[in-house]
Each structure stands twice: as structure tokens, then as C-alpha cells.
């Protein structure tokens, strides 16, 4: 119960950040795409994480926390 809960709250950050990362500006879509990356690390999902700081990287060379997580 506690895990689908979990899994809920994931997808509710997942909702909120995917529509508004294409219309972001690019610094403020790295780091949405960073705090949806740590979302995934919470849950456990590494790989899902990677990609999200990857892609946060990419749309924000500056953004050091990125490469950091």
C-alpha cells in the first residue's frame, strides 16, 4: 500500500513537471527535469534519474548540481 502510494506520488510530479518542461525556459526546464530526476532516485529508479540529470545537463550546461547528482 505504502509503495503505490509512493509510485502515485511519482506520477503526480511526473504530470506536473512533463507539461510544463516544454513550454520552460531552458534553465527552468533543467531543473524541473532535475527535481523530477530526484523523485526517481527517491523512488529508486537510477536509471530513470540518470536520464532526467542528463537531460537537465543538456538544457543547462551552468547547472552544476546536474552533473553532481
Given at each position: 500500500?505504502?509503495?503505490?502510494?509512493?509510485?502515485?506520488?511519482?506520477?503526480?510530479?511526473?504530470?506536473?513537471?512533463?507539461?510544463?518542461?516544454?513550454?520552460?525556459?531552458q534553465k527552468a526546464a533543467a531543473r524541473?527535469?532535475?527535481?523530477?530526476?530526484l523523485a526517481y532516485l527517491e523512488r529508486?529508479?537510477?536509471a530513470d534519474a540518470l536520464g532526467q540529470f542528463d537531460l537537465a545537463q543538456a538544457l543547462d550546461a551552468t547547472f552544476v548540481e546536474a552533473r553532481l547528482l
Amino acid at each position: 500500500m505504502a509503495l503505490q502510494a509512493w509510485d502515485a506520488r511519482v506520477r503526480g510530479v511526473e504530470a506536473g513537471l512533463q507539461s510544463e518542461i516544454a513550454a520552460a525556459p531552458q534553465k527552468a526546464a533543467a531543473r524541473m527535469r532535475a527535481t523530477l530526476g530526484l523523485a526517481y532516485l527517491e523512488r529508486g529508479r537510477a536509471a530513470d534519474a540518470l536520464g532526467q540529470f542528463d537531460l537537465a545537463q543538456a538544457l543547462d550546461a551552468t547547472f552544476v548540481e546536474a552533473r553532481l547528482l
